[in-house]
């Protein structure tokens, strides 16, 4: 079974807090975020899935991924976003944002509160992939699948 791309955008949509996202259409948000799904791929990179089969042109992995994967790879989507459109940006960082708490702060404070929600959605997504680390050692465990880790872990416990 496959999973679409568009269960990523789905996932990652309500996430976004930015205002361009809401005034760009359905096919210019799937241009955008296509960008930002090889990078989000490489750093989900202890996905038991394959995430490199995957077919661009049906936009969809060729495998079905957990809830948990979805999260874990949309939000990945989303810190590739807010990388290199808030945060690596070589010119004056871009005004977008149009919340008073933005807007009242000078670019270098906007510039310090992005890295500190990337900082934010970076742990929580950390968390969440360890989470997902321990759930597949666990399971190889009970299926008795011995891993480099499983081994090491049942070792240190003798």
Not at 128 to 154: A, C, M, P, V
Request: hydrophobic share 35%.
């Amino acid at each position: 079974m496959a999973t679409p791309y568009d269960v990523i955008w789905a996932n990652l949509l309500p996430k976004f807090k930015s205002y361009e996202i809401p005034l760009m259409t359905a096919e210019e948000v799937k241009d955008c975020l296509h960008d930002y799904i090889i990078p989000a791929v490489s750093r989900f990179h202890i996905c038991r899935k394959d995430l490199s089969n995957r077919n661009d042109e049906l936009e969809q992995f060729d495998s079905d991924l957990s809830d948990m994967e979805i999260e874990i790879l949309s939000n990945y989507v989303l810190l590739e976003y807010l990388d290199s459109t808030y945060i690596r940006v070589p010119s004056v960082l871009k005004v977008s944002l149009s919340s008073k708490d933005f807007n009242a702060f000078s670019n270098a404070n906007q510039l310090e509160k992005m890295m500190e929600m990337h900082s934010t959605f970076l742990k929580e997504n950390e968390t969440l992939l360890s989470r997902y680390s321990w759930n597949q050692t666990r399971d190889d465990l009970k299926n008795g699948i011995k891993t480099s880790f499983t081994e090491h872990s049942y070792k240190s416990k003798i």
